[in-house]
């Protein structure tokens, strides 16, 4: 009777609030909020299952060597990047070209970070913020180990939307917007383009060559 599309209402909006809860489960963190679904596939239990079965495979390639360039806006050329990182979360990272001027590298793990530049040799528990004082531009060394390879870094709040394979497409975090433009194919589906923007600052990473590392 007229009471049945009610109910069909009230079941799908519980089913899309208990999907939201799983999904947030899912990330680990109740910062990271669910996924915004309006210019994106539907929140299902396929896509949260593709999304689930893509994040840990990309977890997994914890040990990496990451070869391809980082532009800055209104820059006619892009800085070449080497980036390598162990499964300790330590780094060694070589930015060399336009965006520092020079030769950057950065070199240690989530506590503590040398940073080389410009005959300039120091260590440093805060990498951001000193890169904005070298450079004039924001650079998230930080989060860039997890939004380089399309997930939202662990322990901050986020908002995203997943695309129809279950992989990030776009991801709001600690004041960035990363547009996941193209992805590699193969296991896992790492990304190939990505466009980070805060405020007046566009950065473009194109990341031309992932290879695994041994442990």
Do not use: K
């Amino acid at each position: 009777g007229s009471r049945s599309p009610a109910r069909n209402g009230s079941s799908s909006a519980a089913l899309m609030r208990q999907l939201a809860l799983c999904l947030s489960l899912l990330l680990g963190a109740c910062a990271v909020a669910p996924p915004r679904t309006g210019m994106v596939s539907p929140v299902t239990p396929a896509l949260i299952s593709d999304w689930q079965h893509h994040r840990q495979s990309v977890l997994a390639f914890d040990r990496f060597l990451l070869e391809g360039r980082l532009a800055a806006s209104g820059s006619p050329v892009s800085s070449r990047l080497r980036w390598q990182q162990d499964a300790t979360r330590h780094f060694d990272v070589l930015l060399s070209g336009p965006l520092g001027q020079g030769s950057l590298r950065l070199r240690g793990n989530d506590t503590a970070v040398r940073i080389q530049y410009d005959q300039q040799d120091w260590t440093t528990s805060t990498p951001d913020a000193d890169l904005e004082r070298i450079l004039g531009m924001p650079l998230p060394v930080t989060a860039l180990r997890y939004w380089a390879r399309g997930l939202p870094q662990p322990g901050a709040a986020a908002r995203y939307d997943l695309d129809a394979e279950g992989r990030l497409l776009r991801l709001e975090q600690a004041g960035w917007r990363l547009d996941y433009l193209r992805y590699h194919p193969g296991e896992p589906a790492l990304p190939a383009r990505v466009a980070l923007s805060r405020h007046d600052t566009t950065l473009t990473l194109l990341a031309d060559r992932w290879r695994p590392q041994g442990g």
